[in-house]
């Protein structure tokens, strides 16, 4: 693996520069955490619109059409939001995080290139005739523009987390020059996009994704259901989303193992972090929960003997690397990335379980009575962005302390002119304009929620309404 960049001459890491690297880490979590709350739900109802669409035209059922036209204005509200929140991290890789962008621009900047031709453009295209032609353009033509943005939308999860996961398994670059001038170079693009991590990495992140879109609707549709509203179109909506739900749900725990074995072998620190184990042994134990004391390097919990070697080796006599085989400023943080990971895995198998109970009652035919079980469906729309957010901490946290894994540390990728006052400034102006955005989301899905599908579109008209054409 090349060499990391050397720490650039004359630049003194004292307090205030810990100042400008916390804030700044600060910041970036921040936006890109409240931005992460949309992009799953798009990416999540796109593939919702596809199969409510799809049905629609193989069936001609009315209350299909309902369905894809009341969702269709929750992913408008959705996407529009995200795209608005996602802006701003583009220019913090400018502000805060310059001599980063210097080194990796190269790459990183191609795999954001490829975000805008292939996903932005394709998205945007396709998203007029999504939102306003439903009148205005054959039932063929709608759907083929539905699945487009659904793409799109696919496509921009796809290029993300490229990049991303070149940040953690980098491949196919080199590095010219020294010193301040070091920067990496791609030399084989498709090496770069294919990184060891990047596929396991991004099935596991839309697995989430659709979790999130199909449990929104899961919990709107078990709402209605309590309030005995839309009674009809609660029950087709709760069927696809509970589908859609328990099938995500069960691909997120094959992703997520294999996701683990990539780590295991990739960034064997970031797994010992996630468990807990400091001592390279055989029959590694799994930690189910617990507390990591990092001062006396043991963890309080409990443990199944022998079943992390298991997992990861299919063989329980065969060792894990722990914490000690790496020198102390090269581990991650290792309580917080144990308890990222920890809640990430129990939201996972939560979401199981409850999808699970929801197909049990519907195929016994009693889940429409089942008011406890609602409720839950309610409130299940929270696990799937509880699984993401801790599931995106658990990677960033453990990839510490390199910002590209074994090249560049975090600490060095800040920008130079940059100061404390000017990220916690912008820090404390972005935390006021997207508590403002969130209130405006949460009022307009309320709004949309509280007004319901309309009863007209049990009644398409217009060229809609004709018949298709076999």
Not at 24 to 48: D, E, K
Not at 438 to 465: C, E, R, T, W
Request: glycine content about 10%; proline content about 4%; some cysteine.
């Amino acid at each position: 693996m090349a060499t990391s960049l050397d720490q650039p001459a004359g630049r003194c890491y004292d307090i205030r520069m810990m100042d400008v690297l916390l804030l700044s880490r600060i910041q970036f979590a921040f936006t890109v955490a409240f931005h992460y709350l949309y992009p799953p739900l798009s990416i999540g109802l796109g593939i919702m619109l596809v199969l409510m669409e799809g049905l629609w035209l193989k069936t001609n059922q009315p209350i299909y059409h309902q369905m894809a036209r009341f969702w269709t204005k929750v992913f408008a509200l959705t996407f529009a939001i995200g795209v608005a929140t996602g802006i701003v991290m583009e220019f913090e890789f400018g502000t805060n995080w310059a001599t980063y962008s210097r080194y990796v621009g190269d790459v990183f900047g191609s795999a954001l290139a490829a975000e805008g031709i292939f996903a932005f453009f394709l998205e945007s295209g396709f998203l007029a005739v999504l939102l306003f032609g439903w009148d205005k353009v054959g039932r063929k033509m709608h759907f083929f523009s539905t699945c487009m943005v659904s793409l799109g939308a696919h496509f921009s999860a796809i290029w993300i987390v490229v990049a991303n996961s070149w940040m953690q398994t980098p491949a196919g670059f080199r590095i010219e020059g020294e010193g301040l001038k070091a920067r990496a170079v791609i030399t084989d693009f498709w090496e770069m996009v294919f990184n060891p991590s990047s596929m396991d990495r991004l099935f596991h992140t839309l697995c989430g994704a659709w979790q999130a879109g199909a449990f929104l609707v899961v919990s709107v549709s078990a709402w209605y259901l309590l309030r005995k509203k839309h009674a009809d179109f609660a029950r087709a909506s709760l069927r696809v989303g509970l589908t859609v739900g328990m099938a995500a749900s069960l691909l997120q725990l094959v992703s997520g193992h294999s996701s683990a074995g990539g780590v295991a072998q990739n960034q064997p620190a970031k797994l010992a972090a996630f468990e807990g184990l400091y001592e390279t042994q055989s029959r590694a134990p799994l930690a189910l929960f617990g507390w990591v004391d990092e001062k006396s390097e043991t963890v309080r919990g409990v443990e199944v003997p022998g079943l992390l070697s298991w997992l990861v080796h299919g063989d329980a006599a065969k060792p894990v690397k722990g914490l000690r085989e790496f020198k102390p400023e090269d581990r991650p943080p290792v309580n917080r990335s144990f308890q990222y990971y920890h809640l990430m895995v129990a939201a996972g198998f939560g979401l199981i379980a409850v999808a699970g109970l929801g197909f049990l009652y519907f195929w016994r035919g009693s889940l429409f009575e089942k008011r406890w079980l609602l409720w839950l469906l309610v409130f299940s729309v929270l696990g799937p962005q509880l699984g993401n957010q801790a599931g995106w901490f658990a990677a960033e946290t453990g990839r510490q302390p390199w910002i590209v894994y074994g090249l560049l540390r975090t600490s060095q990728g800040l920008s130079e002119v940059v100061k404390a006052d000017m990220v916690l400034a912008s820090l404390i102006l972005f935390g006021f304009i997207y508590v403002l955005l969130f209130a405006v989301f949460v009022y307009l899905l309320n709004d949309k929620i509280q007004h319901g599908p309309d009863a007209a579109d049990l009644m398409p008209s217009g060229k809609l309404a004709l018949p298709m054409k076999h």
